[in-house]
């Protein structure tokens, strides 16, 4: 399996604009995971799915912030209008169960710049 | 709530030395323990992690790490460090019998002098 994959590796775009992230999971995997990390706070988790659904997106920062995932090899995270605070590392990971021991597994990232 | 604290934001060993990244974790409910590590430019990846049994758990590249309940932490060590060890290492738990998201610590970037 190539892992999860994640697009663009890099994204530079201006205030104000829409960005668009985009993860695919292992496939299989029932549950999947969007995490921002930066420097000041770490890496913190922004919201997960589980078999598509959202189950808890208490860490999205603020409305301008929404993820999709329309099935279960795709899911989303939008950022409209981006601000600079946006720019961060994001990851998307996925696992497959629901067992606290459950492992995670990354994707790359996506290395946001918003100036 | 649960969190991860964890000592040192940069440590540095020679080569061959010992490696020592403290993590202390608070939770409310017994907690489920993580090391990841991430690599320059790249995802995180799993090293090991704590399930109930043994104490001291062994995870990939020589490492390990011993859960302390009465001291609520899980220090990761390798007896000799390499280069290829250099990496930023984060301690994460997960509270609960679920599959939640899990709680990281702000990571240890992990310096390998020559």
């Known amino acids: 399996d190539a892992g999860v994959i994640q697009s663009p590796r890099h994204e530079v775009t201006e205030m104000g604009q829409e960005v668009t992230l985009r993860c695919k999971p292992i496939?299989?995997?029932?549950?999947l995971f969007w995490y921002r990390q930066t420097m000041m706070r770490g890496l913190e988790l922004l919201i997960y799915?589980?078999?598509?659904?959202?189950?808890?997106d208490s860490g999205m920062p603020e409305d301008r912030f929404s993820a999709k995932m329309p099935n279960a090899s795709f899911s989303t995270l939008k950022i409209q209008p981006s601000e600079p605070r946006d720019s961060a590392v994001y990851f998307c990971?996925?696992?497959?169960?629901?067992?606290?021991?459950?492992?995670?597994?990354f994707g790359q990232g996506t290395r946001l710049t918003v100036v | 709530a649960q969190s991860v604290t964890q000592l040192g934001s940069h440590v540095s060993v020679s080569e061959g030395a010992l490696v020592l990244l403290r993590c202390n974790y608070s939770?409310?409910?017994?907690?489920?323990l993580f090391w990841y590590v991430q690599y320059p430019n790249q995802g995180l990846q799993l090293l090991l992690k704590?399930?109930?049994?043994?104490?001291l758990v062994k995870g990939i590249n020589g490492f390990e790490a011993e859960f302390k309940k009465s001291e609520t932490s899980f220090h990761l060590t390798k007896p000799s460090a390499h280069m290829s060890d250099a990496a930023e290492y984060f301690c994460?738990?997960?509270?609960?019998?679920?599959?939640?998201?899990?709680?990281f610590g702000k990571g240890t970037h992990l310096i390998i002098q020559p």
């Open positions: 990971a996925s696992s497959l169960g629901g067992g606290p021991y459950t492992e995670a597994f």
């Open positions: 496939s299989g995997h029932d549950y």
């Open positions: 799915f589980n078999n598509n659904v959202p189950i808890d």
């Open positions: 939770s409310s409910v017994p907690p489920y």
């Open positions: 704590y399930t109930t049994g043994a104490t």
């Open positions: 994460a738990v997960r509270s609960g019998g679920g599959a939640d998201g899990l709680t």
